[in-house]
Each structure stands twice: as C-alpha cells, then as structure tokens.
C-alpha cells in the first residue's frame, strides 16, 4: 500500500520547537527525494525543505536556518526538526516525494494526505 504517515505537529508558543516525523510505504523510499510542504489558511501550499536521496537538503527562503530537514532511510521516514517557530509557521505541514525537478510544487508521488497541523501562538 503506497502511502504516507505525518506527524509531530502540535501548538506551541513562539520560539518554540516541533520535530515533525513522516513514514512512508509502498515506495523505495531511498532512491527518492523527500520533502516537508505546507499551506496555511487561504495560501498556497509552499516548499519547508526536501532532502535528496544522498542527502543534500534545500529549504524555503523564510527558513533561515531554523529548520533541519533529515531522513532514516532504514525506517522509510522524513523528518522535520523546526526551531525558534514564528506565528507565520502556522499551518498544515505534510511530506511527499516530489517527482522530477526536486523543488516542484506540482508532482509528487503520493496524494496529498490529511498532513499535521502546526500552531504557533504568540
């Protein structure tokens, strides 16, 4: 069964910090790119940051440097480790395994599924 498992999310206060965890079957999973994704209420679903098959990270511009992306390619799973979160990180979050172009926002090997939903109050 091809699918997904996010979790992780939460509510915490500014400044706070969440690692988000995303378990993946049906799929081999090391030869993909992973990637944590997310959209906050009437916005676009934006890039957190996808990592390579080897390893190599890339991240959205308002990141700046307070996430970490990871991966266990052992375990089928992605994570997300989320640092000195801000109000505007407020959203859902969900993982996927992005087809072609690594940082596309329109293909991906799975359907988009429930995510988990991350608040940040102030």
């Known amino acids: 069964q091809v699918q997904l498992v996010e979790s992780g999310g939460g509510s915490v206060e500014v400044g706070g910090s969440l690692r988000l965890s995303c378990v993946a079957s049906g799929i081999t999973f090391s030869d993909r790119a992973m990637g944590w994704y997310r959209q906050a209420p009437g916005k676009q679903r934006e890039l957190v940051a996808v990592?390579?098959?080897?390893?190599?990270?890339h991240y959205g511009d308002f990141v700046e440097g307070r996430f970490s992306i990871s991966r266990d390619n052992a375990k089928k799973s992605v994570y997300l480790q989320m640092n000195t979160l801000k109000p505007e990180d407020t959203a859902v979050y969900y993982c996927n395994a992005p087809v072609g172009r690594i940082k596309t926002l329109s293909n991906f090997v799975f359907s988009w599924g429930q995510g988990t939903q991350v608040a940040v109050s102030s």
């Open positions: 990592i390579a098959s080897e390893g190599r990270a």
